[in-house]
């Protein structure tokens, strides 16, 4: 057997989480593409770059490894369910005015073509279907780098407001 490692570095997630509750959720979102804030942890984990921020849509890129496969040689499917939630999420979170967030109430994902650690770089877009003020809908669909849809899902959020700091 050959030993493969991977060393996860991040920064404290409760300066963006803080800073969340002083900004709209598109200032937020517009602020963690400029790099004003530390990514949140699961970017790192999942390998996501936020790439871009309009409101009720952004955009990540994603590059599976090794490390995201499961049993039978692949991405495991929660490598594109995780990236698909926080698509919608996000999306959902530059439709929010100041003091609110967002948690996933529910999520279905179609899963369209395997992938693996060849397959990347994937592109993850994020669109609001229904913004609200208690309950939001957004898709996500996850492309590789030729443009074939590997993953689609459909997202149920919950709105609400967010305690002061």
Not at 92 to 99: A, C, E, R
Not at 103 to 117: C, P
Not at 137 to 148: I, M
Request: proline share 8%.
């Amino acid at each position: 057997m050959t030993d493969r490692t991977k060393t996860i570095t991040w920064q404290d997630p409760m300066i963006g989480a803080k800073a969340m509750t002083t900004l709209s959720g598109l200032d937020y979102m517009r602020a963690l593409l400029a790099g004003d804030y530390p990514p949140p942890p699961i970017l790192e984990v999942m390998n996501l770059q936020l790439e871009s921020v309009e409101v009720g849509t952004v955009t990540f890129t994603a590059q599976p490894d090794e490390s995201h496969y499961n049993p039978i040689g692949a991405v495991h499917g929660g490598f594109a369910c995780t990236v698909l939630d926080s698509v919608a999420g996000c999306a959902v979170q530059t439709t929010l005015p100041l003091g609110f967030g967002y948690t996933s109430l529910e999520i279905k994902v179609n899963y369209l073509a395997g992938i693996t650690a060849t397959t990347g770089p994937l592109t993850a877009v994020g669109t609001v279907i229904k913004p609200g003020k208690r309950v939001a809908f957004a898709e996500g669909v996850l492309t590789d780098s030729s443009g074939k849809v590997v993953a689609t899902a459909s997202s149920t959020l919950l709105v609400f407001p967010i305690p002061p700091a």
